[in-house]
C-alpha cells in the first residue's frame, strides 16, 4: 500500500491576499462547495467537489508577500516519507521552501522548489488510505499538472527519480520543441515542455480543473472578473484548454473531454 501512495497527486492548495474573493470566483466558475477547516493556526478554507475535499484556499503570509511570491496554486504530490524525500530533493540539486511540518492528525508536509526553480509540496498522510485528486473524466476534478520549465529532459529525471513518474508519448510541437507526457501506472498525470522565451517568469507548474465545456467556462472567467490569457484552444485527441488567471492573479487552466 505504501509504494502504491507514491507519487499521486492528491491536494490543491491556493494561496492568495483574498481569500474569500477567491472562494466567491471558483465557486460559481468550478462548481466547487467549500468547508471550514478547524485544525491549523490559520484560517483555512477546504475546497470540495460533490462533497468530496480536494484542496483548499488561505491568506498569503506576510513573509511570502514580502518575498514577492503572488497568489499561486500549490499542488501536493504523495510520498512515503516527508523528511527522507526532503534529503533526496537537496541531494539532487533542487531546495527547500518550507521544511518538513506536522499537520496533527493529518500528515506531514514540505514546499520545495526542482533544480530549475518550479516550486511543488509533498505530503505524507497520518491515514493508510491516500486518494488520488486527479479524477479522470470527473468534472471538478483537477485532471492535468503541466511544468513549463527550461530544461524538461533533467526536470523530468528530477521527479522520476523522486517520485517513480514514467515517461509516456512525447509529442513534436515543431517551433514548441518536446512536449513529454508523464504519468504512473500507465495513467498519465500530465506534461513538461521547455518554456518559449515570450513566456514571462520562471519555471513554474500549471494546474487544469476539470469542466463540462470550457467554451462556456471561459465566459464565466470574465464575467467573474478573471482573465483568459490563452484560449479556447483545441489539443490533440479533441479536448478543448483554456489557460486563465483569477482576479487576485493566480494562474490555472481549464479543459475539457472531447
Not at 108 to 133: H, K, R
Not at 165 to 194: K, S, V
Request: net charge negative.
Amino acid at each position: 500500500m505504501m509504494n502504491d501512495v507514491r507519487g499521486r497527486f492528491v491536494w490543491y492548495d491556493l494561496v492568495t491576499n483574498d481569500p474569500k474573493a477567491a472562494r466567491d470566483f471558483y465557486g460559481p466558475l468550478i462548481g466547487w462547495g467549500t468547508e471550514e477547516w478547524e485544525g491549523g493556526d490559520q484560517p483555512y478554507t477546504m475546497w470540495t467537489n460533490k462533497e468530496t475535499p480536494l484542496g483548499g484556499v488561505m491568506e498569503l503570509s506576510e513573509e511570502a508577500k514580502a518575498a514577492g511570491a503572488p497568489p499561486h496554486w500549490m499542488a501536493y504530490v504523495s510520498v512515503d516519507n516527508v523528511e527522507q524525500t526532503v534529503a533526496k530533493v537537496k541531494e539532487a540539486g533542487g531546495s527547500v521552501l518550507h521544511e518538513a511540518t506536522e499537520i496533527p492528525g493529518a500528515g506531514s508536509f514540505a514546499v520545495l522548489a526542482d533544480p530549475q526553480g518550479a516550486a511543488f509540496a509533498i505530503y505524507t498522510s497520518a491515514n493508510e488510505e491516500s486518494q488520488e485528486s486527479a479524477g479522470e473524466g470527473q468534472t471538478g476534478r483537477f485532471s492535468w499538472n503541466e511544468l513549463a520549465t527550461s530544461d524538461y529532459k533533467g526536470a523530468f529525471s528530477f521527479y522520476s527519480d523522486l517520485f517513480g513518474w514514467e515517461p509516456q508519448d512525447a509529442m513534436d510541437m515543431g517551433p514548441g520543441g518536446i512536449y513529454q507526457i508523464y504519468g504512473r501506472g500507465g495513467a498519465p498525470l500530465g506534461g513538461m515542455f521547455n518554456k518559449p522565451d515570450e513566456m514571462p517568469g520562471p519555471p513554474m507548474w500549471l494546474y487544469y480543473v476539470s469542466v463540462e465545456d470550457v467554451n462556456d467556462s471561459v465566459k464565466k472567467v470574465t464575467e467573474l472578473g478573471g482573465q483568459v490569457l490563452n484560449g479556447p484552444m483545441e489539443v490533440p485527441g479533441g479536448d478543448l484548454i483554456a489557460q486563465c488567471v483569477d482576479p487576485q492573479g493566480a494562474l490555472f487552466a481549464l479543459h475539457s473531454k472531447a
